[in-house]
């Protein structure tokens, strides 16, 4: 993530940063799927290829956990998905905020 946010340029890290912060995770057990239906943060789409690279590669820790046919089949949907997914920064960009 850290390769990721610092190769944001200022306009981009302007547009992911959030207003708000937050102190737990959004979705998980019994909040499976209930994605917020308002985007936040910036379009992958507007990234260069390099960044989307970036962003894959802070993906995959998420997916690792699993077993390889899973992790493969969640890595390739990520990767069919990627230009409508967003990247959102809440609070600061170092491991210290």
Same mark, same amino acid.
Request: aromatic residues 6%; proline residues 4%.
């Given at each position: 993530?850290?390769?990721?946010?610092?190769?944001?340029?200022?306009?981009?890290?302007?547009?992911? &940063?959030?207003? =708000?912060?937050?102190?737990?995770?959004? +979705?998980? /057990?019994? !909040?499976?799927?209930?994605?917020? &239906?308002?985007? =936040?943060?910036?379009?992958?789409?507007? +990234?260069? /290829?390099? !960044?989307?690279?970036?962003?894959?590669?802070?993906?995959?820790?998420?997916?690792?956990?699993?077993?390889?046919?899973?992790?493969?089949?969640?890595?390739?949907?990520?990767?069919?998905?990627?230009?409508?997914?967003?990247?959102?920064?809440?609070?600061?960009?170092?491991?210290?905020?």
């Amino acid at each position: 993530m850290l390769k990721l946010t610092s190769s944001l340029t200022a306009a981009q890290l302007a547009k992911a &940063t959030l207003s =708000e912060s937050f102190g737990d995770v959004l +979705l998980g /057990p019994g !909040q499976d799927g209930q994605f917020p &239906t308002t985007k =936040e943060g910036i379009a992958v789409s507007e +990234l260069s /290829p390099q !960044q989307k690279k970036l962003v894959m590669a802070a993906i995959r820790p998420w997916v690792s956990s699993v077993d390889n046919a899973t992790a493969g089949f969640l890595l390739k949907t990520y990767e069919k998905e990627l230009n409508q997914t967003y990247v959102a920064v809440s609070g600061g960009t170092g491991l210290d905020t």
